[in-house]
Structure formats: structure tokens, C-alpha cells
């Protein structure tokens, strides 16, 4: 399986490890964010850690996953280093994609993750051309789109996971469903109950599972790749989460109220888990502690990294855009290499 599984007295170890580390990532990131240190927008993790853990905890390491605009967690959970994801934020020149992609756009194929997307809905396709690739080489891989509640309405979802389902493509669709498309409640978006409902339409399985108990995410997707691989093609995974900060950072979140907040806080993914790791005599509180310790100097030490990092050179902004930069782009990159790096080109 993956490089941790639930199955193991180790694996469920490190899956406890890297939902601290979502949580101290992301909680990092907002405050730096706050700070004015980090550009852009960041849409962050904080509570649906168990989604991503779980899910990736049923993959194989060079398993493909496409993530979403609240991509740290999938990152994390696949295995990216944080402090080239913080480098990323920072918009600096060592990060993921040199600076260039922040917050909704990380990537890193040769882990297997095809990019964060600031696009709702734009991991569906993604993630259903991989694996169409994936069948059409005969590989022995998977392929999970993860999207949120919201972006079932999407149509490019409905196409890809239809073209998924008519070929019986080696894809997984993991809804996250935190109850909210943005600031509209998921019961005004939709009109069935379980979003894995929707299933029925391409007939394929789907399955609605707790999203704040790791266990159960890692279960419902095992099961899924195991169909998938099959040649069975692919099934929807709902996962029922919630996200504790707003839809984005800086949300006034009027659309409800800190009572329920609090409410879905007392199911929290790590507490849970990490209480059950202590009642089966896995882990101790001292240990968890050490745990929690040694996670906050890791992204501490990210962020030195991502403040002392270079700035990216505007002479290089053109690169990496194109598998084959167009003619016309390369003479106006060239002319601003030659400039000392100035993009602004001849105005008169």
C-alpha cells in the first residue's frame, strides 16, 4: 500500500503524524497570512484532515491524486515537503513551482500530485485523464479527483465522471463534503440527502462515510481502488467533513454561527483518533505531546526556510507555462532576459 497504512501499528502512527502536521501547517499558514506575509488568498485544511490522510492512506505511493483550492492537506497527506509547500505560499523562487502557482496551485507530479486548483471542480478532469492514461499504458495505478460539496453541481464534474464511469477507468471521486459551497448550505445546493447519491446516474457504487474518522475514509477508498483496479471503473466516496476557518481566510463566515462550529469541533478528526491510538496502547499522552512538539519546530523551520528562500527572477515568469514555449512568447521572454529581467517590454 502506501508509504503508511492504517493496517499498521507504524502506519497509523504516521497518519496520526501527518494530520498534526495539516493542522500546524495550515493554522501556520493563516497567521502568517494575517500578517500580510504570504499573497494571495489561502483557503485552508483545518478539520478535514482525516479526509485527505485517509484517503492517501489507501494508495499506493505512485498513485495519482488532484486536489482542490484547499489543497495543503492532500499535498501533505501524499507525502510534499512542507517547507517546499511553504516556499510555495511565500510565493518564492525554491518552492514547488518555483513561486509561481501559491496557495491554490501546488503541484508536484513526480509525487503524484497533479496540482491544487483554484478552479471549482477542476480535479474531476484531472484526475479521470490520468487515469485514462493509466489504462490506456496498462499501469497498475489509481486515480482520486477529490472536490467538494459544491462542485458536484459542476458540469466538467458530471463529464469526467461519467467518461469515467462509460469506460470503466481506474478512478476514485472523493466529495468533501464540509457542508458549505463557499457560504451556501449544501441542503440549498442539492436534491438528494447523500451526495453520493448521485452515483446512481452513471451507475456506479457510491458510499457515504464519516469524513472525521480516518479509519473510515481509509476503508471506503481501499475499497474503491480495489474496484478501480479491477477494471470495475470508478466509485463515489462521500466524505461528511466540516472546516473549522472560513471559506477563506478573512471570511466574515455569516452564513452560520460559532454554536455549530463548536458542535462539529467535539468530533475532532485528530482527537479521535489519537484517543484511540492511546486506548489500544499504541501511544501515550507523552508521547502524542512529543508528537505535537516535534511537528511545530518542522513547520517553524518552514517557515525560516520560506522567509530566507530567493524571490523568484521575473526574467524566468514565462518558464515552466508551456511544454514548448510559442515563438512569439520565447522572443518576448528573451528580450526581457536580455533587459535585466524587466517584463514590461518597449511601451513606446
Known sequence: MADYTLETEEGRREALRRMLTIREFDSTAGDYFADGEIPGF????IGEEAVGVGACAALEPDDYIASTHRGHGHCIAKGLDPQLMMAELFGKQDGYCNGKGGSMHIADVDSGMLGANGIVGAGPPLATGAALSIDYDDREQVAVGFLGDGAVAQGQVHEAINLAATWDLPAV????????GEGTPVEEQHNVDDLSDTAGAYDIPGVTVDGMDVTAVAEAVEEARKRARSGDGPTIVEAETYRYRGHYEGDEQPYRDEDEIEKWKEQDPIDRFSDLLIDRGELTEEELEEMRSEIEAEIEEAIEYAQDAPLP??????????AEMPPEIERFASQARADGGSLGGDRR
Open 313 to 322: 527572477d521575473p526574467s524566468e515568469a514565462y518558464e515552466d507555462m508551456f
Open 42 to 45: 489561502v483557503h485552508l485544511y
Open 173 to 180: 471521486f472523493v466529495v468533501e463534503n464540509n457542508r458549505y
